[in-house]
């Protein structure tokens, strides 16, 4: 069992950065990619961006690429997004995820993603 924990969503203005939380509780959480997903009314759930087991390795979805960086802290139990240059298309539901068989590059269109955070909103004012 993991258990997902998101937080440091908030209020941002266009242009502004701001670093995302997700703790990530379990015996075996060092084995599982980790990743992000948003979410906007009336919208299905859109993949952001996944980071493997060791940190090692990253896939984004193209939109986010050069803007979002994904990383993690296995001492920690933890994975980041830090976004930057924000825009208020960005403005969503952010959710933690974590899939044990699923590689990075396959997150984006997987229907087998293990668990999923509570989320934590993300608001980019224009």
């Known amino acids: 069992q993991v258990q997902l924990v998101e937080s440091r969503g908030g209020l941002v203005p266009a242009g502004g950065p701001l670093r995302l939380s997700c703790v990530a509780s379990g015996r075996t959480v060092g084995a599982y990619v980790l990743g992000w997903f948003r979410q906007t009314s009336g919208k299905e759930r859109q993949f952001v961006a996944a980071?493997?087991?060791?940190?090692?390795?990253?896939y984004y979805e193209s939109s986010v690429e050069v803007r979002f960086t994904i990383s993690r802290d296995n001492a920690k139990n933890t994975v980041y997004l830090h976004m930057s240059n924000l825009k208020p298309e960005d403005t969503a539901v952010y959710f933690c995820a974590a899939a044990l068989r699923v590689s990075p590059n396959n997150w984006e269109d997987s229907d087998e993603i293990d668990y999923w955070g509570q989320g934590t909103q993300v608001t980019v004012s224009s």
């Open positions: 980071v493997g087991s060791t940190g090692r390795t990253t």
